[in-house]
């Protein structure tokens, strides 16, 4: 599942605990993602799901749902 | 330009409260209100402002024409493509320069061409500044 997949990129990339992230949970507020951070998952997102994702969409991602629910429409 | 500089996290209006006093020191107008535009770039009444942090140093840029600034700890590691965090840190700041956010896309196809100051303020931190007066001064904000 989508969701699954992107919660264990960012447990990977930012050490944080799987099982504290939900597709509610924001990039910034909760687990204190920085533009670089961001770029780094979204270019990860982008190598595992052989997506290109348009910047707009990129600058208006606040949940991990909102990513996942990108992904599932465009993959 | 002045770059206000602090070593520690620091209370949002605690900080503003000490830049405005050290502009009055210089005889310079305050902040003023200080809030966040459409895209969450900060704005105030009287200067460009643009401002970035880490875990514990914060720099804040105040300027009399556009500016952005970034600072990342230097052992970060660069998006692919991106060949040093000189390079990341130019290229954030030039985007809060200019008002726009981060493109992937630039990444991809390799940064375009940029002109930015690259300061070292803090030890194991890069920073740099895009825009911004000529003329630069940097302010140690004291502990509190």
Not at chain 1, 20 to 40: C, G, P, Q, R
Not at chain 1, 49 to 54: A, N, Q, R
Not at chain 2, 55 to 76: F, L, M, T
């Amino acid at each position: 599942m989508v969701l699954d997949e992107l919660k264990k990129i960012i447990s990977e990339k930012l050490g944080v605990d799987e099982a504290d992230l939900t597709a509610d949970t924001n990039l910034t507020d909760d687990i204190h993602a920085d533009s670089l951070d961001k770029v780094e998952f979204i270019m990860q997102v982008e190598e595992t799901y052989g997506i290109t994702i348009d910047d707009e969409a990129a600058i208006n991602f606040r949940t991990i749902g909102d990513v996942a629910e990108y992904i599932e429409t465009h993959k | 330009m002045i770059l206000f500089a602090y070593d520690g996290k620091a209370e949002r209006g605690a900080l503003l409260a000490e830049i405005d006093k050290a502009l009055a020191s210089r005889g310079m107008l305050p902040l003023g209100q200080v809030r966040h535009d459409d895209k969450g770039a900060p704005v105030c009444d009287n200067y460009f402002i643009s401002i970035t942090h880490t875990d514990v140093k914060i720099i804040v840029a105040v300027s009399r024409v556009p500016v952005g600034v970034d600072i990342e700890r230097s052992d970060r590691r660069p998006p692919r493509g991106v060949p040093d965090m000189a390079s990341w840190t130019a290229y954030e700041a030039h985007c809060k320069s200019h008002g726009e956010g981060i493109r992937v896309s630039d990444i991809r196809s390799g940064l375009p061409r940029i002109r930015a100051r690259r300061f070292d303020i803090f030890g194991g931190y890069t920073l740099a500044v895009a825009g911004g007066d000529d003329d630069c001064e940097t302010v140690m904000l004291p502990k509190r």
